[in-house]
């Protein structure tokens, strides 16, 4: 249900689907109240909100899905969750959607970085091959028991590869099953026209504070071809800065 209202969400042409970030139940509560149409969990958020550690890969399957758990339970909004690398091996990453699903997300997004992941925005990441990934992605789609449960890839090759292999990977993930491509640390809208025009997919833009893609506005990606923006972490930085000055 979930799943099938995120994409009629995600194929509307009028606009990009804005995403917002909501770490805890309550948070997601508040976006609903405030007309937000889709709510997303971050690992970052997790590791920061519930353990206060940064996102280096500390965090486990059972963390995230507790998280997930709690946010579904109290907002019926369509929740993207970032599951990093998958948690594991092939297997891990069938179980980790079955447990998605039985808490009723509706989206996951799962990269291509080798298992001990870093911070999409940091330096020093380290990518697994297109094959090893598009293993990742098949696992992915033969643990959805709801078709319609959406299944983004996201690439991390951008620092290493440039737009041509973001484009060479992303073309081999939607091949592979994915629904969609999430593109992390661009710095033009250049780079996604370019992406949207080789795949001509569901594209996902990453606007997040401090990172090194710049804040574009909804209409300059929009005619970048851009279908979803997602604000994973604006609202609980905010409200970190609102209790410091309490």
Do not use: W
């Not at 079955?98 to 990441?125: F, T």
Request: aromatic share 6%; net charge neutral; glycine share 6%.
């Amino acid at each position: 249900m979930r799943g099938r209202l995120f994409r009629q969400l995600v194929e509307n042409d009028k606009e990009p689907l804005s995403i917002f970030g909501t770490v805890n139940a309550y948070s997601s509560v508040l976006a609903k109240k405030n007309g937000v149409k889709s709510i997303y969990l971050s690992g970052s958020g997790v590791a920061a909100a519930s353990f206060g550690l940064p996102d280096l890969g500390f965090t486990k399957l059972e963390d995230v899905v507790e998280d997930a758990r709690r946010i579904t339970s109290a907002c019926d909004l369509p929740l993207l969750v970032d599951v990093d690398t998958g948690f594991g091996s092939l297997n891990s990453i069938q179980r980790t959607v079955k447990m998605m699903e039985k808490e009723n997300v509706a989206a996951i997004h799962i990269e291509d970085q080798v298992d001990l992941k870093r911070c999409g925005h940091r330096p020093n990441k380290k990518l697994i091959s297109s094959k090893e990934m598009c293993e990742r992605i098949k696992s992915a789609i033969e643990g959805r028991t709801d078709p319609n449960f959406f299944i983004i890839a996201r690439t991390d090759a951008f620092a290493s590869e440039g737009i041509e292999g973001c484009i060479q990977r992303s073309k081999e993930y939607i091949n592979a099953g994915a629904d969609g491509i999430f593109l992390e640390a661009i710095t033009s809208l250049q780079d996604y026209k370019e992406l949207k025009e080789a795949i001509q997919k569901p594209i996902l833009a990453n606007i997040t504070e401090f990172g090194k893609t710049p804040l574009f506005k909804d209409h300059e990606l929009m005619d970048a071809g851009v279908d979803m923006m997602l604000f994973p972490l604006s609202a609980f930085r905010a409200s970190s800065k609102a209790t410091e000055k309490v």
